[in-house]
């Protein structure tokens, strides 16, 4: 205070000189004696407020207030003064630092009340290509024939396939061995199948087909499958909190869609190649009964050429013949080309790579954590810092 009367009477002198005012004529309009004006000016007294009031009103142009002594804006004109802002960070820079290392070490104490996951993948890549060359004499083969093998144009999404209901159910439903041992489902993993606090009032007994919905629906979260376009290779990745766990049911879930698409894949050429290996037997006796018979009208008519109606019956039973002979040719050539789709068809997949136990955890990520949480202290001390300048 003592400071700020000074500096206010060296002002009050300052104003008087540059103005040529009289002592006495100041000390009057202030209503004051000149023996106080004069220890207002040396700062040996405290300017009263009303003085400085009747001082303002004569004199308007005196400026009271101290402007020298206002702080610097960080905002002004709606425009940031960025040395004014790392001015007052720098001055807060303990501050910071304190906070920073506060934060980081809530945020590495949190990762640690996280549930650990563990990723497993296995590949699978694509052999139908492979498999068409290999086959390349038997098409040969076939078109000496007569044959006109067909283009195999049955395709397989395999991210569908591996995230089908079908596949879902069996990894559900299957028990499994975890690293310690204990053999365990996915439902019991979950606690899907224990009752609410609710149940166990109303007495009521969880369904089965709901706990199964429910793990179906989770295990589709735990899944995820990746499918290169250019050079078809998939992956498959599992996510749990065992890697024993996640590395079985990866594999399980590879060796099920290389099962279901070979499975489906051929299924079309064996029911075709039953069918044709039935009517193959039907016509091939049939055939056999109308070559007898023919046979035997040879047998019994030696002169038939000369006879026109026994001519016009042999060329009857020799016409039956020929047809059941060709269709006879036409079912042997179609069982062979089913059996070269059968070959060309399975397998489709081959398993590149199988999932092994991660021996890291790929979640909670600690450092993630500390960098996040580093940051967020960063940005609230910076906050607190310029909100309380």
């Known amino acids: 205070m003592e400071a700020e009367s000074v500096t206010l009477g060296q002002k009050i002198k300052r104003y008087r000189l540059v103005n040529d005012i009289r002592q006495e004529d100041l000390a009057e ?24 009031n009747r001082l303002k009103k004569c004199y308007p ?10 702080k610097p804006k960080i905002i002004e004109e709606n425009i940031i003064n960025f040395k004014v802002l790392s001015n007052v960070l720098s001055k807060g820079k303990a501050f910071i630092i ?23 993948e296995i590949s699978l890549y694509p052999a139908k290509k492979d498999l068409t060359k290999n086959i390349g004499q038997l098409q040969s083969l076939a078109l000496n024939l007569g044959i006109n093998p067909r283009a195999n144009d049955q395709s397989f999404n395999i991210p569908d396939v591996v995230k089908s209901r079908l596949i879902a159910n069996k990894v559900v439903k299957k028990r499994w061995i975890t690293k310690n041992g204990q053999i365990i489902n996915l439902t019991d993993l979950w606690n899907l199948d224990k009752v609410g606090w609710m149940g ?14 429910g793990a179906v629906n989770k295990f589709d979260k735990h899944v995820k499958v990746n499918e290169d376009r250019l050079s ?3 992956k498959i990745s599992t996510t749990f909190q065992d890697p024993i766990l996640a590395a079985d049911i990866a594999n399980f879930i590879g060796n099920e869609v290389e099962r279901y698409i070979q499975k489906e894949n051929s299924a079309q050429s064996n029911k075709e190649k039953l069918f044709i290996f039935d009517r193959l037997s039907i016509v091939k006796s049939e055939l056999e009964v109308s070559e007898l018979e023919l046979k035997k009208f040879k047998e019994r008519n030696r002169g038939y050429e000369d006879s026109p109606e026994l001519f016009m019956l042999y060329s009857q039973l020799f016409r039956e013949v020929e047809a059941k002979k060709q269709v006879y040719l036409t079912l042997q050539q179609q069982l062979e080309l089913a059996r070269i789709e ?13 999932a092994v136990p991660a021996t890291k955890k790929s979640s909670p990520n600690r450092l993630s954590f500390v960098i996040i949480s580093s940051l967020l202290g960063v940005l609230i001390s910076s906050f607190f810092i310029i909100f309380r300048y």
């Open 61 to 70: 142009d005196f400026e009271i207030d101290n402007n020298e002594n206002e």
């Open 98 to 120: 304190s906070v920073t290392i506060l934060s980081a070490f809530t945020g590495l104490s949190l990762s640690f009340l996280f549930t650990k996951y563990y990723d497993a």
């Open 342 to 354: 059968e070959v060309k068809q399975s397998p489709i997949l081959h398993i590149l790579d199988y």
């Open 232 to 234: 078809g290779l998939i």
């Open 200 to 213: 166990k009032f109303i007495k009521k007994k969880a369904d089965s087909l709901a706990i199964l919905d």
């Open 29 to 52: 309009k202030m209503g004051i004696s000149r023996a106080t004006l004069i220890n207002y000016e040396k700062g040996h007294t405290t300017i009263n407020v009303d003085v400085l």
